[in-house]
């Protein structure tokens, strides 16, 4: 009983050191939200940044504030809202026009082929995920991210995205036939396992006839 006292002083301390860096994010943003656009889009990534923010992901908050900049070039509150969430983590973003005149997601895209052809596959997964976090039908970034996949030998994984990205794009044979593909490889490979698996059965079941004349003769002998 005693030791229940003496942790709950501790727990709601605990509580209370949490609240403090949180309280003090939300006052500190409150009064520049910038205003709701009437873009559904654009409206739900401003959120979403915000967000991030505040559960403390800042990387994330930073990288959809930049694209949504992109898309809302004369939204002020945005901006300051940018300015005062990079300044906390020593991040100034640059504010040249050629800058802001970069789409954040190409320049990912970017990105994810320079490292897709230094064979850096994890780090294209990680770029194009960034991507579609901001863009989720983005075509380049799916067909991208499903070739990350395939060279890992994730092939599943694989399928699924190129899959996404044939559903957006049904005109585009050549993804269709990388799909076709590796079905008939993963078909291969349960083909491969279901005989693996009939093999073992079989030995099994081998196993369990010979344990069972075994056991009949030994009590033969005994009778």
Not at 72 to 83: A, G, I, P, S
């Amino acid at each position: 009983m005693r030791r229940k006292q003496q942790l709950k002083p501790k727990v709601e301390h605990s509580l209370f050191n949490m609240r403090l860096p949180l309280q003090k994010k939300i006052k500190l943003i409150a009064p520049i939200i910038p205003t709701i656009t009437d873009n559904a889009r654009q409206s739900e990534l401003a959120r979403k940044a915000i967000n991030n923010y505040i559960d403390g992901d800042t990387k994330s908050s930073l990288d959809v504030l930049k694209y949504v900049l992109f898309l809302q070039k004369d939204n002020e509150k945005l901006r300051k809202l940018q300015k005062i969430i990079g300044e906390e983590i020593g991040v100034v973003e640059p504010s040249s026009p050629e800058m802001e005149s970069m789409d954040p997601v190409k320049s990912k895209l970017l990105q994810a082929l320079g490292l897709f052809y230094e064979g850096k596959f994890i780090e294209v997964i990680k770029m194009c995920g960034e991507a579609l976090r901001l863009e989720p039908g983005n075509l380049t970034a799916l067909e991208r991210l499903g070739s990350a996949y395939y060279k890992l030998g994730q092939k599943r994984e694989a399928k699924e995205t190129w899959e996404k990205a044939y559903m957006l794009n049904p005109d585009n044979k050549v993804l269709k036939k990388f799909i076709d593909k590796i079905e008939k490889e993963l078909q291969q490979k349960r083909d491969i396992l279901n005989l693996r698996i009939k093999a073992i059965e079989k030995q099994e079941s081998q196993f369990r006839e010979e344990t069972e004349k075994l056991r009949e003769e030994v009590l033969k002998k005994i009778k």
